[in-house]
């Protein structure tokens, strides 16, 4: 009979189609068998009662990251990856973020070495790009891309990451011949500013009304506006945090069109 670094008995195991009580070995951190019987193992986990889950995989997280303003996160890669292990994840995707005039190859170095060493699970990185100079398209990303960092993020609201369309065109356009995915921030910069100006002229300026200002019309005029950027160059799109029911109708309807066009929202934002 086989032998095991680790065996899990008695538990209800679930996959994407069906559920069933079996045994699960593991050898090398690696899940080996699924089964009855299995053998003999160094360590058994007796899960009667409980259900076997794959580990959950955070697909949206900021980790030990920098912002426009040089203020850091809260969680580095060690505190943020113990949070998610002990949430049921075991792999997380934080992102690493250009600010302008950086170098996006000194920026995933960057965030590669504040993981080395910290980071208790898996992990990937995003990119964020808010500088897409000659270099950054012609010559970094698409080497970035080939070492397997292929989804990236831009912004089309915040004055110091926000991308115009033309940026947002070249990028897509990128990502399509280089089979990546594109992420995007989907609000109405001139917007938010307009409704902006007139809360704080008028002494609004308490954090709740920084929802107000970040209008449902900002949200769903950029979801539309970014959807068809990628219509036009037919490359995919993942719009993010989506939270107002006409983005999301955006989305659906892209989706019926055939478009690759993803959405993700949050509890928080619903």
């Known amino acids: ?22 045994e699960i070995g593991v050898s090398e951190g690696k899940i080996t068998a699924i089964g ?11 899960a009667e009662g409980m259900l076997v889950l794959p580990g959950g995989i955070d697909a949206h ?10 203020i850091m996160t809260a969680d580095d890669f060690y505190s943020g990856s113990v949070s998610a292990a002990f949430g049921g994840n075991t792999t997380f995707l934080p992102f690493a973020a250009q600010h302008r005039g950086q170098s996006l190859r000194e920026v995933v170095d960057t ?5 080395r060493n910290k980071a208790v699970i898996d992990y990937g990185l995003h990119l964020i790009i808010s500088d897409p100079t000659q270099n950054v398209l012609e010559v970094e990303l698409p080497s970035l891309i080939k070492e397997g960092y292929t989804s990236f993020k831009v912004y089309m609201t915040y004055e110091m990451l926000k991308i115009n369309d033309r940026e947002m065109l070249d990028i897509l356009a990128l990502a399509r011949r280089h089979g990546a995915l594109t992420m995007v921030h989907a609000e109405n910069n001139e917007v938010i500013n307009w409704i902006s100006d007139r809360l704080i002229q008028r002494g609004y300026n308490a ?23 990628a219509r036009l160059v ?25 478009l690759t066009i993803y959405g993700e929202t949050c509890p928080q934002y619903l």
Do not use: W
């Open 61 to 70: 997280c900021h980790i030990e990251q920098e912002s426009s303003t040089r």
């Open 111 to 115: 965030a590669r070495e504040r993981a």
């Open 207 to 229: 954090p709740k009304f920084h929802a107000v200002s970040h209008s449902p019309v900002a949200e769903s005029e950029a979801s539309r506006r970014a959807i068809d950027l």
């Open 1 to 22: 009979m086989n032998k095991y670094d680790l065996l899990i008995k008695n538990g209800m195991v679930h996959t994407a189609v069906e559920s069933f009580e079996a």
């Open 234 to 258: 037919d490359a995919r799109m993942l719009i993010v945090h989506v939270s107002e029911a006409e983005a999301a109708h955006s989305i659906l309807q892209a989706r019926n069109n055939e």
């Open 36 to 46: 009855q019987n299995l053998g003999h193992a160094e360590r058994v986990i007796d």
